[in-house]
């Protein structure tokens, strides 16, 4: 069974601060996701990573896939109240390509 | 162009009532999937239907199931609902029936059993 642990599971700062959230896995993907979810509301694909080592850049966020392709990391910089919602990554292949596994989550809140 | 439409969007049952949600993907999409999503286990896949056909299925208990029309819109029945079951039920699309890009998620039912 394939897992993905994200850290941290909660992350409160203030607007204006940088953070970084991990995705962790002992297992190889052949895609990894980062999703953002706000409350009621369904999953938005952020950025899809496919290449080992790869680094994407979408304004204040960076998204790099680890070189092993088992691990993945997003940054914010310079966090804003719009950014407050649950990031979620997800891990494609490992014998399907019809389903993702999910990480649970990192609660991120970010104060004015 | 549309997203991804769940009907209903809440939805109260008893324990032991059945329940159906639909999803209508993005025109054009033709695999549609299932997550059942909880504060205590995240997102967890369900099923994913392809052209009508159920091509994986996630490790959940035989009451629940789905199917998918010859338009591509799809459906999913809990039966014999237990407390448990109170989650958001997310639907998603993908144009070619692989998630190697990702998905487009649904806004979710949100099922709630009393």
């Known amino acids: 069974t394939q897992l993905l642990e994200q850290s941290p599971q909660f992350l409160s700062i203030q607007e204006g601060e940088n953070l970084t959230v991990y995705c962790n896995s002992s297992?190889?993907?052949?895609?990894l996701q980062w999703y953002r979810q706000e409350p009621g509301e369904g999953p938005v694909l952020l950025v899809t990573?496919?290449?080992?080592?790869e680094v994407k850049k979408l304004k204040r966020l960076t998204f790099q896939f680890g070189d092993a392709r088992k691990d993945s990391s997003l940054h914010i910089t310079a966090a804003q109240p719009g950014d407050t919602g649950l990031y979620l990554c997800?891990?494609?292949?490992?014998?399907?390509?019809?389903?993702?596994?999910f990480g649970k989550g990192t609660l991120l809140t970010v104060n004015p | 162009k549309a997203g991804v439409t769940q009907t209903p969007r809440y939805l109260i049952k008893t324990r032991g009532q059945q329940v159906t949600l639909s999803c209508s993907p993005i025109?054009?999409?033709?695999?549609v999937s299932w997550y059942q999503q909880t504060p205590g286990q995240g997102l967890q896949f369900l099923f994913e239907?392809?052209?009508?056909?159920?091509?994986n299925k996630g490790n959940f208990p035989g009451r629940f199931s789905g199917r998918q029309f010859s338009n591509s819109r799809s459906e999913m029945n809990v039966s014999t609902l237990e407390l448990g079951d109170s989650a958001l039920y997310l639907c998603?699309?993908?144009?070619?029936?692989?998630?190697?890009?990702?998905?487009?998620f649904g806004s979710g039912t949100r099922l709630t059993v009393v």
């Open positions: 998603a699309s993908s144009p070619t029936g692989t998630v190697y890009y990702g998905y487009t």
């Open positions: 297992s190889v993907f052949s895609s």
């Open positions: 990573v496919v290449t080992g080592g």
């Open positions: 997800a891990g494609a292949g490992g014998g399907s390509n019809y389903k993702l596994t």
């Open positions: 025109s054009g999409h033709r695999s």
């Open positions: 239907y392809f052209s009508e056909t159920q091509r």
